[in-house]
């Protein structure tokens, strides 16, 4: 199984930037695409981003893009989540997450961490 670990979740003054990372467990991390997902409060886990096994390719919402960079170093088994221009609707638990392939529904991920806060004040 693959262990996903979140962190650099914090409280931001809305305009900041804020960088999660997802540090991977086993040899196993370059051979999935990984994901962002976010549940803000009281509504429904949302895609936010995801990237290839090698990285080569990138998807964003619509809401992220231009703000947020993901990327992965597959050396060190390490997502990250680059956020830039935060908005206080940005507020919500980050999760990442590991699949076959990227894709933006959740049901295609098979390991899950456990979440980082994220709040953005206004």
């Known amino acids: 199984q693959v262990r996903l670990v979140e962190s650099g979740g914090g409280l931001v003054q809305g305009g900041g930037s804020l960088r999660l990372s997802c540090a991977g467990s086993?040899?196993?991390?370059?051979?999935?695409?990984m994901a962002w997902f976010r549940q803000p409060p009281w509504k429904e886990r949302e895609f936010v981003a995801a990237?290839?096994?090698?990285?080569?390719?990138?998807y964003y919402t619509d809401s992220v893009q231009g703000r947020f960079t993901i990327s992965r170093d597959n050396d060190k088994k390490i997502l990250f989540l680059q956020m830039r221009s935060l908005k206080p609707e940005d507020s919500a638990i980050y999760y990442c997450?590991?699949?076959?392939?990227?894709?933006?529904?959740?049901?295609?991920?098979?390991?899950w961490g456990l979440g980082t806060q994220v709040t953005v004040s206004p």
């Open positions: 997450a590991a699949g076959p392939g990227v894709a933006g529904n959740e049901d295609r991920y098979d390991y």
């Open positions: 990237i290839s096994r090698s990285g080569d390719s990138t």
């Open positions: 086993g040899p196993t991390f370059s051979v999935h695409a």
